[in-house]
Nanobody
């Protein structure tokens, strides 16, 4: 088992930036792919970005390509999501996730954090 704790959410204006962090604890010696998902009010949870254990493979939703960057520091058991040029439609709860099939950034994720709220105003 691995536990995931997100931080870095907040309320910002459109066009600004935020960086989310997700720290893992527990069985962190196991290799995991990591990802960020989000869920806006009244909508289903959606994939935002994913990264393989090595960090060499990444994948992004079309809606965030060119604006968001996912990266990880395995020595700190932490994955980050740098969000630039934020838009009101990015408003959502952002969740960190992990899975043991570590080479592929997409796919079914098994472990989830509690989420952090991101609110972007006009």
């Amino acid at each position: 088992q691995v536990q995931l704790v997100e931080s870095g959410g907040g309320m910002v204006q459109a066009g600004t930036s935020l960086k989310l962090a997700c720290v893992a604890s527990g069985r962190t010696f196991i290799r995991y792919a990591k990802a960020w998902f989000r869920q806006a009010p009244g909508k289903e949870r959606e994939f935002v970005a994913g990264v393989s254990w090595s960090g060499l493979a990444t994948s992004y939703a079309d809606s965030v390509k060119g604006r968001f960057t996912i990266f990880r520091d395995n020595a700190k058991s932490t994955v980050y999501l740098q969000m630039d040029s934020l838009r009101p439609e990015d408003t959502a709860i952002y969740y960190c996730a992990a899975k043991t099939s570590y080479n592929e950034p997409r796919g079914k994720y098994d472990y989830w954090g509690q989420g952090t709220q991101v609110t972007v105003s006009e």
